[in-house]
């Protein structure tokens, strides 16, 4: 996954700004960005963020749809010897940091996607997450062959 320079939009964004962790990608981009204050604003609101979120107790969902995975759920992903195992994995690491730090998360996901080991990692929290329900599996074909 490639981070585009927050200043050019033209370089590969290989350094972050301490104060933002926005991708730059040369001396003279982080002078121009340091100095604006685009830099300061968004320093601000992701401390705010990261105040809120160490505020609120894990377990407390603001808004939750019919998409939303129950914490008892979610907790299986920690259990999980075969996912442990793939998360020693540096790449894999390095990938899914990128990802939750991408300012895109469609192209960053569509991105991961090309990347074996990411769909690794993503069918086996599925299998976790969704289990396969093989009986139901079983009863849908049959009634489909009647």
């Known amino acids: 996954m490639v981070k585009i320079c927050i200043v050019c939009d033209k370089s590969d964004g290989k350094y972050k700004c301490p ?3 926005m991708p730059y990608c040369s001396l003279e981009c982080f002078k121009s960005h340091k100095d604006s ?26 808004f939750t749809t019919m998409d939303t ?15 442990k ?19 895109n998360p469609d192209r960053g996901i569509s991105a991961a996607m ?6 690794e990692f ?7 997450i969704e289990p396969d329900d093989s009986d139901s599996k079983q009863e849908l074909d049959e009634n489909l062959i009647l």
């Not at 401390?47 to 107790?57: F, G, I, P």
């Not at 090309?114 to 769909?119: G, H, I, N, V, W």
């Not at 993503?122 to 976790?128: M, N, S, T, V």
């Open 19 to 21: 104060k933002c962790e």
């Open 37 to 62: 204050v685009k830099c300061e604003e968004i320093s601000k609101e992701k401390e705010a963020a990261r105040n809120q979120l160490a505020d609120k107790s894990p377990s407390t969902l603001l």
């Open 69 to 83: 995975v129950p914490l008892e759920t979610l907790e299986k992903l920690r259990d999980s010897e075969h996912l």
């Open 85 to 103: 195992n793939l998360l020693y994995n540096s790449h894999l690491r390095k990938l899914l940091v990128e990802l939750d730090s991408t300012q």
């Open 114 to 119: 090309m990347e074996p080991l990411f769909l």
């Open 122 to 128: 993503a069918d086996e929290c599925l299998k976790i």
